[in-house]
């Protein structure tokens, strides 16, 4: 099934692959919106948490880093439980 040149098929076993890195991309981008939000940075010279833009998309950042490193090494432990 292809719809405008994209395999649809493949995203969605990309997506069922990722589902864990998005879900925490997504806690991790309202985590960044509200620490912008109640903590933030009163003077405004701060280069992450002066706009909440800039404050999710580095909360998305760092929750997509740790889904990710967090279902390698499940992924690691669950083969190495299956050669045992």
Known sequence: MVADGINLGKM?????KKKIPIIITCIGA???LLY???IGC?????GITANWHTSMAYGSLMGWLVGDFATGKTKKK???????
């Not at 969605?12 to 069922?16: A, G, P, R, V």
């Not at 009163?42 to 701060?46: H, K, M, P, V």
Request: net charge negative; aromatic share 14%; charged share 20%.
């Open 12 to 16: 969605k076993n990309w997506i069922l």
């Open 30 to 32: 309202i985590a960044g």
């Open 36 to 38: 912008w939000n109640y």
């Open 42 to 46: 009163a003077s405004g010279n701060c």
């Open 78 to 84: 669950n083969e190495e439980n299956e050669n045992d």
